[in-house]
């Protein structure tokens, strides 16, 4: 009996053996042009008998930059139901840091149903092209979600089953999406395992529209245009323009720009994306930065005027000879080729040009201590659309800090510090500063008494530097008048001499005309 059992499987074995054998000198010796047309009409002779139809959502399409939005879709949807039946999951964190999400594994495969209709997805990834060790997953493994249904139901499955399939999973991606605060990464990254343009934490900056020190009126006003901005999809397109607005913020060091930028993006529920332009090398991987962010975001260059020569001093510098060149180092040549070579059209091009309308519904702020150094190219009304002055502290400002850190809506204290910031000017860094109790004693009164001596420290100091400047001033001009007088005199000294030095050579003349003459005078 046991026999017979062990003869009945080694049959079987040996054909599965045989079949394997087979299939390797196959793909080995057989050419590939001669292959791929074998492989070609088997794959239709076995749709006469395969019923079922088989569509691929790959992650990356071929040449595009970003993640295919169908494979992000389907990859949300079956984060909810499909994963529930599946034997191999993976997790992820999400909103707040408070829960995961699961997801199903790679090589792991889930059945559904769609109006009685059964069909299947597969996760799986293709091979790499060549096979190397490494304890690291190959660079061009690419994953994607395969969907398998009958021939039968094609037109539902491709009609409103996969565009329910789209719906859901960008609606389960928005109440799930954690907001990210990226930076962009060196090129040298860009590239091989663990590829990353950008790289990103959790943003979760508590700054509110509520809490920003600033002109209640201002405040309202920059409010009501954000909010007009994420409403108007239809209005953009309608009007031909990219659904994108330009700030420009600019103020003084220690007045609420950064600030102004994190409540932006949580009035609006944007990423934001900080942009740091002295590591990016040309305007080549600038468009590749671009093209790498999402809708719905910001994006900032902060500092501006000191990231790169984009400023309006646009000076024609002499070239240098060669034999000067030549006696550069190597590290010095080495420096020049490592400094970034982003222009000022370049960037234009990004945020106004045709680069710009790669993705919707995203604001670009720049932020900057000194407006006038920019080049006016560069922050046009339709590049930056609307111009926000950040200025010192004012007194209305000055009550929004007070409810913040003293939980104060008056105090009689606050005529006097009216008074002062009347006089003087303080940046809301500062005032918050010294509102911040430094110890557990310091009560609400302590902190005012400890603003209004900064505040009557500041005003001493900026009186003693206005008369300094001043002084220095008058002296200038009195520098400039006694070189001016000097000048003068010397100029009229000047003309004095010549005008003797000439009287002199018209008396020569004469006397030399009269001797000619033979007549002595």
């Not at 791929?36 to 076995?46: G, H, P």
């Not at 749709?47 to 595009?64: A, C, G, K, L, M």
């Not at 999402?294 to 024609?316: A, M, N, P, Y």
Request: some cysteine.
């Amino acid at each position: 009996m046991m026999m017979m059992m062990g003869e009945m499987w080694a049959k079987p074995g040996s054909l599965v053996a045989g079949a394997m054998f087979l299939w390797v000198m196959f793909q080995q010796y057989t050419p590939h042009q001669f292959r791929s047309y074998i492989e070609k009409y088997s794959q239709k002779l076995v749709s006469f008998v395969y019923p079922y139809i088989q569509i691929t959502f790959q992650e990356y399409s071929e040449n595009r930059y970003r993640r295919s939005e169908a494979y992000v879709a389907i990859e949300n949807y079956l984060s909810v139901d499909a994963s529930t039946r599946a034997k191999r999951l993976k997790a992820d964190v999400i909103k707040d840091s408070q829960s995961l999400v699961l997801s199903m594994d790679e090589r792991e495969e889930v059945r559904e149903e769609f109006k009685g209709v059964k069909l299947w997805w597969a996760s799986d990834k293709n091979p790499p092209k060549m096979q190397t060790f490494s304890f690291a997953p190959a660079a061009d493994e690419k994953r994607y979600y395969k969907l398998t249904f009958h021939k039968n139901h094609r037109e539902m499955i491709v009609g409103s089953y996969l565009n329910h399939v789209m719906k859901e999973g960008k609606a389960i991606e928005v109440r799930n999406r954690q907001r990210k605060l990226f930076t962009n990464n060196s090129s040298d990254t860009w590239y091989g395992y663990k590829k990353a343009v950008w790289s990103h934490v959790a943003f979760e900056h508590p700054a509110r529209f509520e809490t920003l020190a600033m002109e209640p009126k201002k405040k309202e006003e920059i409010i009501n245009d954000l909010t007009i901005f994420s409403r108007r999809k239809e209005y953009y397109s309608k009007i031909g323009k990219a659904w994108k607005r330009g700030y420009l913020l600019y103020g003084p060091p220690g007045t609420g720009k950064s600030t102004m930028i994190a409540a932006m993006a949580n009035l609006l529920d944007y990423d934001i994306y900080d942009l740091e332009l002295t590591s990016v090398k040309d305007n080549t991987e600038l468009r590749k930065l671009l093209i790498d962010t999402r809708s719905k975001s910001i994006i900032v260059i902060e500092d501006i005027d000191c990231s790169l020569d984009l400023t309006g001093q646009r000076k024609k510098k002499k070239e240098k000879e060669e034999d000067e060149e030549s006696k550069d180092n190597s590290i010095t040549k080495k420096g020049k080729e490592d400094e970034s070579k982003v222009t000022l059209s370049g960037l234009l091009n990004v945020i106004d040009g045709l680069w710009s309308t790669c993705g919707e519904e995203r604001l670009i702020v720049f932020t900057t201590n000194y407006v006038e150094k920019l080049d006016p190219a560069l922050i046009r009304r339709g590049r930056m659309d609307k111009h926000i002055e950040l200025s010192y502290c004012c007194f209305e400002a000055f009550k929004v800090l007070a409810k913040n850190y003293l939980d104060l809506d008056s105090h009689h204290l606050f005529a006097s510090i009216r008074r002062l910031m009347e006089e003087t000017n303080m940046t809301p860094a500062d005032v918050a500063e010294y509102l911040m109790p430094k110890t557990i004693t310091d009560d609400p009164g302590t902190c005012l008494e400890n603003l209004i001596q900064a505040l009557g420290t500041a005003k001493e100091e900026a009186k003693v530097k206005a008369e300094k400047e001043a002084k220095e001033k008058e002296e200038e001009e009195e520098r400039v008048k006694a070189e001016k007088g000097a000048k003068e005199k010397e100029a009229t000294a000047g003309e004095v001499k010549e005008k003797e030095m000439s009287d002199e050579r018209v008396t020569e003349n004469g006397v030399a005309a009269v001797k000619e003459n033979g007549v002595v005078s």
